[in-house]
């Protein structure tokens, strides 16, 4: 009998932690449409967008800020925030896990990348021409890519992983490639030349560096 009170009260917890999880992610998608819908297109100029060499695309611009959409189940429901330095933060509450950023337009039949970060995909869709999903995070690739594999089951599905080379353990291609197991997806990760600095990790830092050379 105690064990059965027990387990109910548990029960009871977790529901009102996932209850009180809904009602935050609901009121920060609600504020990240407001910010979203009052900023303006982004500057071809602000710092982060030039010293990575990309693109704005789609992305907005509040103040000094860069705004990077999240959607999940077809909804805006997070943003990330690039400030001038590079610094970057989601909003409080917000949804991360399963949500991404897209870049591009998704034609039939054709290749869907899934990478970590936006400087990343927008690197990416400028060399492949394809769409890209930003996951933000190593560890929401594999979410990310369920989502995308069961709403674009035609479109193959390719993991571009980070290859964190100086971290211990390389969770970018750790998490890369279990993802694209577990997907039964293709992978990619950049193919760093022998001379290429051991700080470089993904596909834009590897763009910018020959950029350079």
């Not at 971290?167 to 290429?196: H, I, K, M, S, Y």
Request: glycine content about 8%.
């Amino acid at each position: 009998m105690e064990a059965e009170l027990i387990r109910q009260r548990v029960e009871q917890a977790r529901e009102q932690r996932e209850a009180d999880q809904t009602r935050r992610q609901i009121a920060t998608a609600s504020y990240a449409g407001t910010l979203w819908s009052e900023a303006r297109p982004a500057a071809p100029e602000h710092p982060y967008l030039t010293r990575k060499r990309i693109a704005p695309h789609r992305l907005r611009q509040r103040r000094d800020v860069l705004l990077v959409p999240l959607y999940a189940d077809g909804y805006l429901c997070n943003l990330q925030r690039i400030a001038a330095d590079g610094s970057k933060r989601f909003l409080s509450g917000g949804r991360v896990k399963g949500a991404y950023s897209p870049i591009g337009t998704l034609e039939p039949g054709q290749p869907l990348y899934v990478c970590e970060g936006w400087a990343t995909g927008a690197t990416i869709h400028a060399e492949t021409g394809a769409a890209v999903a930003c996951a933000m995070n190593a560890g929401n690739l594999l979410e990310v890519g369920r989502q995308l594999r069961r709403h674009y089951p035609d479109n193959p599905l390719i993991i571009a992983g980070d290859d964190d080379r100086q971290t211990e353990g390389n969770p970018g291609r750790a998490a890369a490639t279990q993802a694209a197991a577990v997907l039964g997806c293709g992978l990619v990760l950049p193919p760093f030349p022998a001379d290429a600095p051991i700080d470089l990790s993904d596909f834009n830092d590897l763009a910018n560096w020959r950029a350079a050379q």
